[in-house]
């Protein structure tokens, strides 16, 4: 059964120049999409990727223990972007500028909902958000 997943992952300093989405590739039969990378500046370089990994469940699995005994640390994307609920006033401006549509509007409650499976990271809901709602905990 294939599968689809949005993750998060962390390089040290060590993997940063190496291919290791490569090796997912060719190793795992796994497909990417790129949604977020940096590597942060000098002495603590690392590297940050936000991707949505496909593939068959076996070598989805495999592929993930491949990148955890490489040292790569891994988190769901739904961990990092969130929404706090105290702060949200439901205004709506994060369901305009949000390319994949990860707010919703309920047409009854008139509530804004966030949907994190649609989050592709671009925090641009972040900077959108008057009552700054919107968190990323990278």
């Known amino acids: 059964m294939a599968i689809s997943k949005r993750i998060v992952l962390h390089f040290p300093r060590r993997l940063v ?7 997912l590739v060719k ?13 942060t500046a000098e002495p603590e370089e ?61 047409p009854e409650t008139r509530q804004v909902k966030f949907v994190d499976e649609k989050c592709v990271a671009c925090g641009l809901c972040i900077k959108a958000c008057p009552p700054r709602a919107m968190e990323v905990h990278f």
């Open 46 to 106: 690392e590297g940050l990727m936000v991707l949505e990994l496909k593939g068959e469940q076996e070598e989805y699995d495999n592929g993930i223990n491949f990148l955890l005994k490489t040292g790569v640390k891994i988190q769901s994307l739904s961990q990092d972007f969130t929404r706090n609920e105290e702060r949200c006033t439901h205004c709506g401006a994060c369901i305009t500028i949000c390319p994949p549509g990860a707010f919703e509007l309920d």
């Open 27 to 39: 190793d795992y039969n796994l497909e990417f999409n790129i949604l977020k990378a940096s590597i």
């Open 17 to 23: 120049e190496q291919p290791v989405i490569y090796r």
